[in-house]
Every structure is written in C-alpha cells, then in structure tokens.
C-alpha cells in the first residue's frame, strides 16, 4: 500500500517544463505537515540520487547542484501534497522520479538520510 503518490511524469523534450506532484494517501498514518519531504531520482544503471527538499515548515529548501536554478520544490501542507517544478529539462534529468517523507530528528541535518516513506515513482523522459 503506497502512502505517497506521485504524479505528473511524462516524455517532453529538452528544454521544455514539467510539474510533478506529490500526495500522501488517505492509508497514510501521517500528515506531511510534520515531515520534510524530498524528491530523488534514479535513471537507469545509475543509483539513486537526490534532487530537492523542503522543510517541513517550508521555511528551507535544498538542491543538488546538477538542478540548482531549474527546479524549484513547494508543497501545501493542508493538500498534502508537494511540488517539484523542473524547467529547462536537460535529457540527462531521465529518471524515475520518487518522493519520500523524513520526520523531524533532534539533532540532525533537517534534509540528511535517511527518509523513511517513499513513494512508488514516476518517469520523466527528456528527449533531445
């Protein structure tokens, strides 16, 4: 039973924009309010990487550096749903695309690993 689902994938081309969506299933035990959420991609024979997050406050957001400048992460707690808006679409941002969720850890980096409930993923294809 999947308690995040993501949405909004599809084949595009270099250059072009798309929007993924994030939401935490009614099954979800939990309210995303109280997480910070993070998207990560994985492309094939590669291991996954992480793309953005944002606190659970959305105070603070965080990017790798290969999309820093092109997406931007958002979310709107009392939908339950986070965001992640990509332009300027490289071919090599192919992946699947996962959402994930981390509680909040005293003492630790509020984006650091491990996130503990994960999406089942959505495939964004960029063509040249």
């Known amino acids: 039973q999947e308690q995040l689902v993501e949405s909004g994938g599809g084949l595009v081309q270099a250059g072009d924009s798309l929007s993924l969506s994030c939401k935490a299933s009614e099954r979800a035990p939990y309210s995303i309010s109280n997480y910070a959420m993070g998207w990560f991609r994985q492309a094939p024979g590669k291991e996954r990487e992480f793309v953005a997050a944002i606190s659970w406050y959305a105070g603070a957001t965080k990017f790798s550096d290969s999309v820093k400048g092109r997406f931007t992460i958002s979310r709107d707690n009392r939908a339950n749903t986070v965001y992640l808006e990509m332009n300027a679409l490289r071919p090599e941002d192919t992946a699947v695309y996962y959402c994930?969720?981390?509680?909040?850890?005293?003492?630790?980096?509020?984006?650091?690993?491990?996130?503990?409930?994960w999406g089942q993923g959505t495939q964004v294809t960029v063509s040249s």
């Open positions: 994930a969720a981390r509680p909040q850890r005293y003492g630790t980096v509020w984006y650091s690993p491990p996130f503990d409930y």
